[in-house]
């Protein structure tokens, strides 16, 4: 009997050291800025651009985002999730085109990383808007 009360708080504990480990983590900066360029040889060229992205998945989303655009070409205000090594980000995509150009937008909601925690984007003031990088990987097919 002292073996089962004793397995029985064992697995108590244990499920909750699980649980534990899905912590939600708001953040209000992120960087914004355009990512990846395109320019096709028939002249077309294609900016993909990101908003409140996290730093270290800047590069990899702006690429998944590419990819999931000349496969998919979703429409404008999709609500669309990629996936990339250590993390799952989802977001809303914005989609305008002018002539032979296009611009992806990318606006980052929630990141759930492989380590159990999700970071969830909300602005410090709304009212407000963040400032603009542009550390763009330009490319030509």
């Known amino acids: 009997m002292r073996y089962i009360i004793i397995l029985i708080l064992g697995m108590i504990s244990m499920g ?6 899905n912590t939600i983590k708001p953040y209000a900066y992120g960087k914004n800025g355009m990512e990846y ?3 096709y040889q028939s002249g077309h060229t ?4 990101t908003f409140h992205a996290r730093a270290d ?3 990899s989303i702006s690429k ?12 404008s205000g999709a609500w669309i999730t990629l996936e990339v090594e250590g993390a799952k980000v989802s977001g809303s995509c914005i989609i305008k085109e002018v002539d032979r150009l296009t611009s992806v937008e990318f ?3 929630t990141v759930v990383r492989s380590n159990g925690i999700t970071e969830i984007y909300r602005p410090v003031r709304p009212d407000v ?6 550390s763009a990987i330009a490319i030509e097919e």
Request: aromatic share 16%; glycine share 2%.
């Open 16 to 21: 909750q050291s699980f649980a534990q480990g």
């Open 37 to 39: 360029i395109v320019r």
């Open 46 to 49: 294609v900016i993909v651009s």
């Open 57 to 59: 998945l800047v590069e």
């Open 64 to 75: 998944a985002m590419f990819q999931y655009f000349t496969q998919n070409k979703p429409i």
């Open 107 to 109: 606006y980052y909601d």
């Open 129 to 134: 808007p963040t400032s603009t990088a542009q």
